[in-house]
């Protein structure tokens, strides 16, 4: 079955005592057993829980997965998979990045003695020479937060290979429903279902999706282990979100699309970072690696700190707000927010300036999020710069 469908029906049967025909929350922590050793398939909602199971085979389903493991946010599926690694490790990843995913390297990995190294995101032949024989994991994000930088996920993946380490995408800001890393060669597929896939901004969730029996196993055991799984509740209003990945990612889409091009016209701004723009260095990889270019897009203002402010204050529809892929549009200021982990220096280097706003294109109408954009850039005057 195509997408759209799978979205709504995956791992979603009716259900088998009752013929719901959407799946029920399953608010137990516990199931009663006949006798020992004899359960039907549950016995603590940590290890297992139906609504749970329901939204990890939605999901593997939708990454073209065979397995798929749901945990209680990003960062909880994020440390599950690094829990593959062992003292003396590697880890190779890209040098944009979520900070939080930059934090969990280097405040909690680094100090158990892996080693993480960060690359020029796009540049291919860079992780061709930094890879090294201890290295496990190749950790990238595609587009990445927040330049919205492409990564080549099929080269990268052939030279993580041929040195067996493990490519690991966070394929958050994409969805599935435009980029599915699995089928070009990636191994494990790490979600903030937060974003996209829950879509509508009222659930903190994550999720990893792999067809690698051995890490599957290995994560699955982490997940248990320490526990960070998703609510009932939390996992059920997940699988209610992802049923219109398909029709928001288009609407989300369309308007980003509408977005830059209206900033890449505007005099208050320098840059715009959208790989949907035929500007965009990655454009071309962009077209072959995604079936749209997605709803994130990201601008460097034309002044200071002090005008962005203004700017951000100016805003009526867009919300000043962390996180992203929800069905309201968020601007974001990863100097102060979500990169704020990062030390300003490292920040600056890596393109994370004081003046980058980030804004998640929400799917209400197109003309009014431009008017609001509009109205809010003609607060900080051109000529004052
Ligand atoms: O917030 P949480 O569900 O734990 O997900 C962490 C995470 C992982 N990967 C990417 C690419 C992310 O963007 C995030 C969370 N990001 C934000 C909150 C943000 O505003 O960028």
């Given at each position: ?70 945990f209680?946010s990003g960062m909880a599926a994020t ?19 979520y900070?939080g995913s ?68 966070d394929?958050t ?17 790490v979600h903030s279902t937060t974003k ?8 903190v969730g994550g999720a ?178």
């Amino acid at each position: 079955m195509k997408f759209a469908t799978r979205a709504i029906h995956a791992g979603q049967e009716p259900d088998p005592s009752t013929g719901a025909t959407i799946t029920p929350i399953f608010q137990t922590s516990t199931y009663t057993q006949a006798g020992l050793g004899q359960n039907k398939g549950y016995e603590y909602s940590r290890t297992g829980n139906p609504t749970r199971t329901a939204l990890e085979a939605c999901l593997a389903s939708l990454e073209n997965a065979h397995y798929g493991l749901a945990f209680s946010s990003g960062m909880a599926a994020t440390s599950a998979i690094l829990s593959l690694l062992r003292p003396g490790d590697h880890v190779l990843s890209c040098d944009d990045l979520y900070g939080g995913s930059y934090r969990i390297f280097e405040k909690v990995m680094r100090p158990t003695g892996v080693d993480i190294s960060y690359v020029d995101a796009r540049d291919v032949d860079a992780y061709a020479a930094a890879i090294r024989p201890e290295t496990k994991l190749v950790w990238i994000e595609t587009p990445t937060n927040p330049l919205l930088t492409l990564v080549d996920i099929a080269a990268v993946a052939q030279i993580a290979h041929a040195h067996n380490a493990l490519v690991v995408v966070d394929n958050t800001f994409a969805s599935p429903f435009l980029q599915q890393p699995l089928d070009l060669g990636a191994d494990i597929i790490v979600h903030s279902t937060t974003k996209y896939i829950n879509g509508h901004s009222d659930v903190v969730g994550g999720a990893v999706l792999t067809n690698d029996r051995g890490a599957y196993e290995a994560i699955k055991f982490y997940q248990n282990a320490a526990g960070g799984v998703p609510s009932p509740f939390d996992a059920w209003l997940t699988l209610r979100g992802v049923k219109t990945l398909a029709v928001r990612m288009r609407q989300h889409c369309e308007n980003a699309r509408r977005v830059a091009s209206f900033l890449a016209g505007h005099p208050n701004v320098e840059r715009v970072y959208y790989p949907g723009l035929e500007s965009h260095p990655d454009h071309a990889l962009a077209r072959r690696q995604m079936r749209d270019f997605g709803g994130m897009v990201s601008f460097a203002f034309k002044g200071k700190r002090e005008d962005v402010d203004t700017f951000v204050r100016g805003l009526k529809v867009f919300a000043l707000a962390e996180s992203l892929g929800g069905i309201e549009s968020l601007c974001c200021h990863p100097a102060s927010m979500t990169h704020g982990s990062i030390p300003a220096e490292e920040r600056e280097k890596r393109g994370v300036t004081d003046t980058l706003l980030r804004l998640s294109v929400g799917i209400e109408d197109a003309d009014d999020l431009i008017a609001d954009l509009e109205q809010a850039l003609a607060r900080v005057p051109v000529a004052a710069h």
